[in-house]
């Protein structure tokens, strides 16, 4: 965190081994608080905690940012086709190739987003300046920032989404044996479900103050607070999916279904919100 001239550091704090939030002093003696998630998403410095500055901050700070409504819109048709291929109404009725194809692309939609999201971590600014210049280069492509738990939650997701990726398309093969789809389908989805919470957890762990639940009211906060009850609900819901069909012993459906559709409007409603964070929690300039 690289400080402007004539600044000082006046404490910070966030899970060992990183720090996530930061009170810093400008050369006028005003303090600010940054933090990583609202310097990765150039929204900018704000008050200390517990002080206000009136109206203004209370208005929208401005237009949200494109790469929100991208990122946005991406997980939110992810999360769409979660919901839709846990409905009864829809596998019940459909034909199990066109509910296996419905996940596989939903989970297509969630690496897309994974994507951005890891590329937002990946270039996040390295001074307190919203507006200095991000990383280019080799570190811009690699972008390898392990100092950064944003970073690490980025990363995590992204793998987390890629191992749903194997296990809904292998879903959409009829010709696997039971070993097979222990390997290729319950494997894969019990990882995607761990590196989900992981990531989640990180990211929480990145806004909340502290162990336990205490939201700054902002938008980011809630966001982390929603896709870490999806977490554990995707979590519940490949637990319950341990046996495959072929085995004798036949998964708690209701639970399956449960937990994938909860888990889904989880990561929707946080995924609508991202725009709205991008929008309503920058400071104003």
Known sequence: MGLPEGWRLVRSWGPRPFRTHALLEDTDGRQVEW???RNRKSLGL??????RLGDLERRWGGRPARSSWWMGSLFMVG???FALGSLPLFFDRADAPVVAATFFVGSVFFTSAAALQYREAAVAPTSVDPVAPR???LRGLLGWNPRRIDWWAAIIQLVGTVFFNVSTFAATRADLSLERQKHLIWAPDIGGSICF???SWLAYAEV?????PRSDRSVGWGISALNLVGSLAFGAAAIAARYLPGTGEPANIALVNLGTFVGAVCFFVGAALLPVESAKDRSPT
Not at 46 to 51: F, L, N, S, T
Not at 208 to 212: D, E, L, Q
């Open 208 to 212: 909340n103050r502290g162990v336990w």
């Open 135 to 137: 990383p280019r280069g």
């Open 79 to 81: 999360a769409s086709c």
């Open 35 to 37: 933090s990583s998630r």
């Open 46 to 51: 704000r008050p200390p905690e517990g002080r």
């Open 197 to 199: 919470l992981l990531a």
